[in-house]
């Protein structure tokens, strides 16, 4: 069925002009997604009827003339570590198997309160903490370009749903990269959020320092929409921002290191794409990013241990062997290095807004490497231990960076590129993002 790979404003719009029936079209995504070979792998539950209950109100406002926005009836996934009242929120591990929260996460409630039907909750790396997506515990969603290789983590199932045509949009969590790699391995555009701009309140966390909210969907414009939706409020100027004499820099810097040659290439075409378009693509060097980036992983494994120590020190065996290890690194973080970090890591950021300030967005490959094999992630420790850290190696600065990013696909699949623009700018982020999806697909 055509509607299952339209865009999510597509869909806005047919149920606007009538074209659309709300109710028709969350049975369509309902059927797909529950027919679907790999469902299971991809949807950890649905709640069907939950969004058959948010269609028929939504298609009584849309035939009264009531919508509550432009995504008013349209369908999407929820990552499993928003907490969704009366259905199971375990976020992709056995430690919280049968932990049903008694109400919806806020970012989620304020969703729905704007019309978004929530068609179920997708499956994750376990508690959030994998670039890969690879989860024996639970389920190891499939990607879209390869069916042996991950989808890319945390919101791996999140990312598959769209993908694969079983919603219109998702909505996923990025701490190190969690939107992004999956959105880019699939050929998606994802949005990471400035930290603080969403709610956090009724989300699992791994690293609330570091915790953000944002969507995976098929267009800028959709990513737009719905981080309006998020925050329960009408979309602003979607305007798209020319290219034409836009300063772009590339950071070379850590992030164009060790890229294999699919990524490399795709980013160099993207790069003369945007150039054709008048956009001004010079480089940038920033050293202190090599700094953060050695300290991060503690940052990471102290704060996430700090959070799950009771539950993982009472069951071990519970956890996927290479995810139980990372928490437990954490022990080994001394609260006055942890505080140093997080000291230092505030200067460079300080110290990052001064060398981006000449440039409209700093650029990079979205992802070092292409999606691995799920198997050979099973069979080689070190091989998994490598991939891992590659796969958000470049996400992760924008992360320590404290910015707002946004991953492109390019036209070589599995293949992304990332803009980066300074905190609590998605608006002018997305308008310049609408411009560069034109030039580099």
Request: with cysteine; glycine share 10%.
């Amino acid at each position: 069925m055509e509607w299952l790979r339209r865009s999510a404003a597509d869909l806005g719009r047919g149920i606007h002009t009538g074209r659309i029936n709300v109710v028709e079209l969350a049975e369509a995504f309902l059927d797909a997604a529950a027919s679907h070979p790999d469902g299971k792998r991809i949807y950890a539950r649905l709640t069907p009827e939950r969004a058959r209950d948010e269609a028929l109100a939504a298609a009584t406002r849309a035939k009264d003339g009531r919508r509550r926005g432009p995504l008013d009836g349209v369908p999407i996934s929820w990552k499993d570590l928003f907490d969704t009242a009366g259905v199971a929120t375990e976020a992709g591990s056995a430690l919280l198997a049968g932990r049903v929260p008694d109400r919806d996460a806020p970012v989620l409630a304020t969703a729905t309160a704007g019309g978004l039907l929530c068609l179920g909750k997708t499956h994750m790396s376990e508690l959030a903490f994998s670039g890969l997506g690879l989860n024996p515990v639970t389920a190891t969603s499939p990607n879209v370009n390869d069916p042996e290789a991950v989808a890319g983590g945390s919101s791996s199932g999140a990312a598959a749903s769209v993908a694969f045509g079983l919603a219109a949009a998702a909505i996923g969590s990025d701490t190190g990269g969690s939107v992004r790699t999956p959105a880019a391995w699939n050929d998606l555009v994802g949005l990471k959020t400035t930290h603080g701009r969403l709610s956090n309140k009724g989300v699992v966390p791994l690293c609330e320092t570091l915790d953000t909210i944002g969507p995976l969907a098929r267009t800028t414009e959709d990513c737009t929409l719905l981080l309006a939706a998020l925050e329960g409020r009408r979309p602003g100027d979607m305007t798209c921002t020319p290219l034409s004499g836009m300063r772009l820099a590339v950071l070379d810097t850590v992030g164009m290191e060790d890229l294999e040659d699919a990524p490399a290439r795709a980013f160099d075409t993207a790069c003369r794409k945007l150039a054709q378009e008048g956009a001004h693509v010079t480089r940038l060097s920033f050293e202190p990013i090599r700094e953060a980036m050695a300290f991060s992983g503690a940052l990471f494994t102290a704060e996430g241990y700090a959070i799950w120590r009771d539950q993982i020190e009472a069951h071990p065996e519970r956890m996927f062997p290479p995810i139980l290890e990372r928490f437990l690194s954490g022990r080994n973080v001394g609260a006055a290095d942890y505080i140093d970090h997080r000291r230092r890591l505030k200067r460079i950021q300080g110290e990052w807004r001064a060398a981006s300030a000449p440039f409209d967005a700093v650029i990079l490959p979205t992802s070092a490497i292409l999606p691995p094999h799920a198997r050979r992630l099973m069979e080689d420790a070190d091989y998994y231990a490598r991939m891992n850290l590659l796969a958000l190696r470049n996400t992760r600065i924008g992360n320590l960076l404290g910015v707002c990013a946004l991953t492109l696909p390019t036209d070589t699949p599995s293949c992304g590129i990332m803009l980066m623009c300074p905190p609590m700018q998605e608006e002018r982020l997305l308008r310049l993002g609408m411009a560069a999806e034109r030039a580099v697909r």
